[in-house]
């Protein structure tokens, strides 16, 4: 069922390890470069609630979701085989919001799809096995141009300044964006919608107005749990989308003593960062299966708040590492936080949510996303010299503390518990 997560998640990490080295070859300045990455949380916060809405009213003879993973996933892989002949910043930024919206089409049905197809019982099993094939997707995908140095010298560019080896591994991205949904969808169909299924849906016609209405009587009876988790979405999320945009730029300093984006020693430090990204995603790949058992004990409130713990500590000590080694240790923690967060936030999440709006509600919740994102990104151009010091090192500093905040936040949120909340007040 996730094997076209894995596609979906590979074009996620190849934009997280790279796009800011794209953006800074092409002459972006790092003070305005989160502006440069509006374009995630922007069409996130637009297109994934109207697409969970409109998945949960859509009848086609292909189901309610598989016609948003297809049209999606085409999207995409178009994008990702444009991106690195970019020949421009305009070029490149503008292919970002399109591919970010192919992206966001596909993602959230997917996570409604999964929530549809399992019992509630399955739903931390099925969650987690999603972060697993994130961690491997991202893995990989980070990993991809250090393992293309083996055929293609890292210093051989493109006219625009674009390494080789990444317009490569964004051509395998393309192809396997598109091919990993389709193997999806034939192997795993969704499930027939029964007779009063159809006819319920039939009375809520699919136009524009239904549409947003819905969204806003979905928004007006959101459970509370739901909404407690928006803090701690807030927190994490805020200081992950500072993580990927600044790393490369932390690294570069403290590890390779370069600011310079179109240098021979900042090319070092993006093969040293994607590494150590690989690293991460591959112990969230490793962790996610791991925290099954766990938060089938524990439960996934009490695992998330000590996932995000180790993210934040592992922030906080990023800017000090002084060997490639250092850093690599630290991308344990990193992975932890990250298997948490695409796993954990999802099995508390769809503890508290009706299975009739699955859709829809997992497209709300992705506003607990983007909308932090939104706001760093909006925030960090403002903050970043007055406040950070022009120092990417003091971002995940800041990123570090968002972080353990996060994790205070989860344990205030009344889902996610050991044993279902009814069965805790009759034991007591």
């Known amino acids: 069922m996730n094997v076209g997560f894995f596609g979906l998640q590979f074009s996620f990490g190849l934009q997280q390890a790279n796009m800011g080295p794209i953006y800074g070859v092409l002459g972006a300045d790092e003070a305005s470069m989160p502006l440069l990455w509006l374009a995630g949380p922007m069409t ?9 809405a409109m998945s ?4 086609s003879r292909h189901g309610r979701r598989t016609p948003y993973f297809l049209i999606g996933a085409i999207i995409c892989s178009l994008c990702l085989f444009l991106m690195p002949f970019s020949p421009t910043l305009w070029a490149a930024a503008a292919l970002l919001w399109i591919l970010d919206a192919g992206n966001n089409i596909t993602m959230e049905p997917y996570r409604a799809y999964v929530a549809d197809r399992l019992a509630r019982g399955q739903r931390s099993v099925g969650f987690l096995t999603q972060s697993a094939f994130t961690g491997l997707a991202q893995t990989l995908s980070y990993l991809a141009p250090t393992l293309l140095t083996a055929v293609v010298a890292r210093d051989v560019l493109d006219a625009n300044g674009i390494p080789v080896i990444v317009r490569i591994a964004f051509i395998i991205g393309a192809i396997l964006s598109i091919s990993t949904i389709v193997w999806s969808v034939w192997r795993v169909p969704e499930l027939p919608l029964t007779a009063d299924e159809k006819a319920a849906l039939a009375r809520q016609p699919m136009t524009v107005t239904a549409t947003l209405a819905e969204i806003g009587d979905a928004i007006r009876d959101m459970p509370r749990p739901m909404r407690q988790l928006a803090l ?9 989308f500072a993580y990927w945009q600044y790393v490369t730029f932390a690294v570069g300093r403290s590890l390779h003593d370069t600011s310079d984006p179109t240098s021979a ?14 690293l991460y995603n591959f112990v969230a790949f490793l962790g996610a299966l791991l ?5 089938a004990r ?10 995000l713990t180790a993210s934040g500590i592992a922030m906080f000590l990023i800017p000090g ?4 080694a250092m850093l690599f240790v630290l991308m344990l923690g990193i992975g932890i936080g990250w298997a948490g967060m695409m796993g954990n936030s999802y099995v508390m999440l769809a503890d508290c949510i009706p299975p009739a709006r699955n859709g829809i509600y997992m497209g709300i919740f992705n506003m607990f996303i983007v909308i932090p994102m939104l706001i760093q ?3 960090m151009p403002l903050i970043y010299r007055p406040l950070l010091g022009g120092d990417p090192r003091n971002v995940l500093l800041l990123g570090g503390g968002l972080m353990l905040m996060g994790a205070l936040a989860t344990l205030l949120v009344n889902a996610g518990h050991r044993v279902p909340v009814e069965q805790e007040l009759v034991g007591g």
């Open 44 to 52: 996130g916060l637009i297109v994934q609630p109207i697409i969970g």
């Open 56 to 59: 949960d009213r859509t009848t």
């Open 232 to 240: 701690a979405m807030f927190c994490q999320w805020y200081a992950m």
């Open 265 to 278: 020693a900042f090319r070092a430090a993006t093969l040293t960062t994607q590494q150590a990204g690989a």
């Open 291 to 295: 925290l099954i058992p766990i938060v």
């Open 298 to 307: 524990l439960g996934a409130r009490l695992t998330h708040a000590a996932c």
């Open 321 to 324: 590492a002084e060997t490639p």
């Open 377 to 379: 990104s909006l925030t």
